[in-house]
């Protein structure tokens, strides 16, 4: 699989998850029941293209993503604690940044035990350098 290929699948992941999220949202929220089967059926069909979709993908492709989302999440969260000045809300963007980056170290470990994401260790004269 070529990398642009990989990027696409990534997207189309995404966007399925998103899809059938809102599909979720609107069976729950329709009063019309012959509109809540339509989108049922919908939310079916988002799934078998979810599901095609991560059938191409292997396991390190799939902690590969999650941990990418999981940091863009950590950031999100930086800031909105960074920026908030109301108490709750800054309480509960530090609550959830603190618990995303307990997951984000957890799904590190995970790949790094499974030698997907090697750590290098700097040499030290580029450390002397840094110091000096």
Same mark, same amino acid.
């Given at each position: 699989?070529?990398? &642009?290929?990989?990027?696409?699948?990534?997207?189309?992941?995404?966007?399925?998850?998103?899809? &059938?999220?809102? +599909?979720?949202?609107?069976?729950?929220? /329709?009063?019309?029941?012959?509109?809540?089967?339509?989108?049922?059926?919908?939310?079916?069909?988002?799934?078998?293209?979810?599901?095609?979709?991560?059938?191409?993908?292997?396991?390190? +492709?799939?902690?590969?993503?999650?941990?990418?989302?999981?940091?863009?999440?950590?950031?999100?969260?930086?800031?909105?604690?960074?920026?908030?000045?109301?108490?709750?809300?800054?309480?509960?963007?530090?609550?959830? /940044?603190?618990?995303?980056?307990?997951?984000?170290?957890?799904?590190?470990?995970?790949?790094?035990? &499974?030698?997907?994401?090697?750590?290098?260790?700097?040499?030290?004269?580029?450390?002397?350098?840094? &110091?000096?």
């Amino acid at each position: 699989m070529s990398p &642009k290929e990989l990027t696409y699948i990534e997207d189309a992941l995404g966007h399925e998850k998103f899809l &059938k999220t809102q +599909c979720q949202e609107a069976i729950t929220n /329709l009063q019309d029941q012959e509109l809540k089967t339509c989108v049922e059926q919908i939310s079916q069909k988002h799934q078998q293209i979810f599901d095609n979709f991560i059938n191409l993908v292997d396991d390190k +492709c799939i902690m590969e993503n999650l941990l990418l989302t999981t940091k863009g999440v950590c950031d999100l969260y930086l800031h909105g604690t960074i920026e908030s000045s109301t108490a709750n809300v800054h309480q509960t963007f530090d609550c959830a /940044l603190n618990d995303s980056l307990c997951m984000q170290d957890d799904i590190y470990k995970k790949m790094s035990a &499974k030698g997907w994401y090697p750590m290098e260790q700097a040499p030290q004269e580029k450390i002397a350098k840094v &110091k000096n």
